[in-house]
T-cell receptor, first 112, second 112 residues
Framework: QQQVKQSPQSLIVQKGGISIINCAYE??????FPWYQQFPGKGPALLIA?????SEKKEGRFTISFNKSAKQFSLHIMDSQPGDSATYFC???????????FGDGTTLTVKP | DVKVTQSSRYLVKRTGEKVFLECVQD?????MFWYRQDPGLGLRLIYF???????EKGDIPEGYSVSREKKERFSLILESASTNQTSMYLC???????????FGPGTRLTVL
């Protein structure tokens, strides 16, 4: 049973374009929705996160949009740069449970 | 900065060998996790621990065991390595009642 579904599996965007990655979850007990960024040879690192009491969070070129009723959230990368090329994982967790469920990951390639 | 270190970046073992993967964190985090990462399958939780000598099975515990004798150290054990355990193994830690997991750089294990 996959509790967090992520799409697309891979994404190619031109420099300056918008990258959009989508996730859907099933468990309404989740209360924290982070995105992790992973560069080759490194472990994932937290990029940006949101809680379900807000519909959007923006940090620089990165924005999370959250739709509680649809149980969906997405990552938007504005003005995508080649340095953004990485694998992105969405996740969902319940703080009390102390663990996260991850999506399958999206490999983003930004072409110069 | 939180630092999570893993004992080896690359490891090559033979079928049937006993394999130990070590993880150490330096931020006094209560929770620690072992994941395996395979292309298209995301991060799958093998085991986690929320305290010394405590452990809980994740989604794919078969063929693995863990040990947590000290708070800072969490070990993953493959009792008898098999070729289908060839994968990237990631360790992570988390402070209790917070949400951000901190990952190590990973160990790429090849079982021949």
């Amino acid at each position: 049973q996959q509790q967090v579904k992520q799409s697309p599996q891979s994404l190619i965007v031109q420099k300056g374009g918008i990258s959009i990655i989508n996730c859907a979850y099933e468990n309404t007990a989740f209360d924290y929705f982070p995105w992790y960024q992973q560069f080759p040879g490194k472990g994932p690192a937290l990029l940006i996160a949101i809680r379900p009491d807000v519909s959007e969070k923006k940090e620089g070129r990165f924005t999370i949009s959250f739709n509680k009723s649809a149980k969906q959230f997405s990552l938007h990368i504005m003005d995508s740069q080649p340095g953004d090329s990485a694998t992105y994982f969405c996740a969902a967790s319940n703080t009390n449970a102390g663990k996260s469920t991850f999506g399958d990951g999206t490999t983003l390639t930004v072409k110069p | 900065d939180v630092k999570v270190t893993q004992s080896s970046r690359y490891l090559v073992k033979r079928t049937g060998e006993k394999v130990f993967l070590e993880c150490v964190q330096d931020m006094d985090h209560e929770n620690m996790f072992w994941y395996r990462q395979d292309p298209g399958l995301g991060l799958r939780l093998i085991y986690f621990s929320y305290d010394v000598k405590m452990k809980e099975k994740g989604d794919i515990p078969e063929g693995y065991s863990v040990s947590r004798e000290k708070k800072e150290r969490f070990s993953l054990i493959l009792e008898s390595a098999s070729t289908n355990q060839t994968s990237m193994y990631l360790c992570a830690s988390l402070r209790r009642n917070t949400d951000t997991q901190y990952f190590g750089p990973g160990t790429r294990l090849t079982v021949l």
